[in-house]
C-alpha cells in the first residue's frame, strides 16, 4: 500500500492522484491539514531524504517568512516551520512501505511506476 501526504486542494496532488487512479494503484491519502502531522514522523521523513529535499521553498507560505528566517533555517528550525505549517512540507510525499519519495515531475512519475512495478 502506498500512502500520499499532502494538502487536498494543491493542483499537485490533485494531478498525483488521478495518476495512481488511472494506473490503478491502491492508495491512501493522508491530508497534512486534516489529518494533522506526527513530529516524530516528520523527524523520520527528515532523517531518510533530508530536511533540505521536505522543506517547500517555492511557495507561498515560505515566501511570507521574513528574511532572517529564510536566511537561516537550519534542520531544527526547519522540523518546525513544518510542524507548525504544513504546507511548507514538500509535495506530494509518497511513503511505499520502507521508502518515500517526494515530488511529481516526470523523472519522479517514472521512479515511482519502477518502484510500484517492482
Same mark, same amino acid.
Given at each position: 500500500m502506498i500512502t500520499v501526504y499532502g494538502i487536498k $486542494?494543491?493542483?499537485t496532488i490533485k494531478k498525483a492522484l488521478k495518476w495512481l487512479d488511472e494506473k490503478g494503484v491502491n492508495y491512501c491519502f493522508?491530508?497534512?491539514r486534516k489529518d494533522g502531522i506526527e513530529e *516524530?514522523? !516528520?523527524?523520520d521523513r527528515v532523517k531518510? !531524504? *533530508?530536511w533540505e529535499v521536505l !522543506? $517547500?521553498?517555492r511557495g507561498t507560505t515560505w515566501r511570507k517568512l521574513p528574511d532572517d528566517i529564510k536566511n537561516s533555517v537550519d534542520g531544527e528550525q526547519a522540523v518546525r516551520l513544518m510542524i507548525e505549517q504544513p504546507a511548507m512540507i514538500k509535495r506530494p510525499l509518497f +511513503? !511505499?512501505?520502507t521508502e518515500s519519495r +517526494? *515530488?511529481?515531475?516526470?523523472?519522479d512519475q517514472e521512479e515511482l511506476e519502477a518502484l510500484l512495478s517492482a
Open positions: $486542494n494543491c493542483d493522508h491530508d497534512y *516524530g514522523w !516528520l523527524r531518510e !531524504l *533530508g !522543506l $517547500n521553498r +511513503v !511505499l512501505g +517526494v *515530488g511529481f515531475s516526470k523523472k
